[in-house]
């Protein structure tokens, strides 16, 4: 068996969903699952960036503009993305959102965007796929999860919340289907050099905490998660189910 890693063809006749396309770690670990073989639903509210980043893929993409908080559109991607691609094979639940606020500042509404985003939008999207994938024999859920999931971070309770119900929400997925041929499992990035978190690379203190007390001494680089999720996606993963792999240069650990 070859890995995406081995094989240019690892994922060939593969639909992937990326939600999050237009963004940082969706742009890289769309690129990524391309480069495998895979063919791509690229999904963002962000109707600009989605277009960019298709123009990279040709033929091999299909954007779909949607806002995941709509819960009614949410779950009628996956049809739709059968309608036009033909299959819905893996499905990546990247796109997220971050408030940085003291639990005293945060407003319920903005709580509840947060988890409306990073955590009630890849269950209504799971919920929605899963049936086609049990019917075709096959599926696999990738859950972008976060460092903060296991550790907590001052004036991140929604997105700390929201992260550790996605490791939790991965677990139970597995437990309900993975005798019914599917896999779901989550990744989960230390900090990443992306869009989301381009204001720790511009000041200095938060800069200086990460070289501090990450124990690589240094944040990733979007290709550096894009690779694992790829793994995930792909066969030489077949016996991984239900866990969270952590990609954050061992902070985690420490
Ligand atoms: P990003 O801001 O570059 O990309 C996020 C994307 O999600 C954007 O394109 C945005 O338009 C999209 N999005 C947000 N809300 C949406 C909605 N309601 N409907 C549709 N699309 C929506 O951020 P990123 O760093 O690429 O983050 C990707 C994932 O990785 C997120 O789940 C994030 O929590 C996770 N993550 C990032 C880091 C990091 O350091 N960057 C670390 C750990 C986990």
């Not at 962000?46 to 123009?55: I, N, T």
């Not at 893996?90 to 985003?117: C, K």
Request: with cysteine; charged share 25%; aromatic share 6%.
């Amino acid at each position: 068996m070859t890995s995406p890693q081995e094989s240019p063809d690892a994922l060939r006749d593969k639909v992937a969903v990326v939600t999050g396309a237009a963004g940082g770690l969706g742009r890289a670990i769309s690129r990524r699952l391309h480069a495998a073989g895979a063919r791509l639903a690229l999904v963002d509210r962000d109707e600009a960036g989605l277009a960019d980043a298709a123009a990279e893929f040709g033929d091999d993409a299909a954007t779909f503009a949607v806002d995941l908080t709509d819960d009614a559109r949410t779950e009628a991607l996956p049809g739709e993305v059968r309608d036009r691609l033909g299959t819905l094979d893996i499905l990546v639940n990247n796109a997220g959102v971050r408030q940085i606020a003291s639990i005293l500042d945060l407003t319920p509404d903005e709580w509840r965007h947060t988890l409306d985003v990073d955590l009630t939008a890849p269950f209504v999207l799971s919920r929605a796929a899963i049936p086609g994938m049990i019917e075709q024999g096959r599926g696999k859920i990738v859950n972008i999860a976060s460092i903060t999931g296991e550790l907590a971070f001052a004036d991140r309770s929604a997105y700390c919340v929201a992260k550790a119900g996605i490791i939790m929400l991965t677990k139970t997925i597995t437990l309900e289907f993975a005798a019914r041929g599917i896999w779901c499992n989550a990744i989960g990035p230390g900090v990443v050099e992306t869009p989301m978190t381009s204001e720790y690379f511009r000041s200095g203190p938060m800069r200086e905490s990460i070289e501090r007390n990450a124990p690589m001494k240094r944040w990733a680089q979007p290709e550096e998660i894009a690779g694992p999720v790829a793994f995930l996606c792909g066969p030489e993963s077949d016996y991984v189910n239900g866990t969270t792999l952590f990609v954050d240069g061992g902070w985690n650990s420490a």
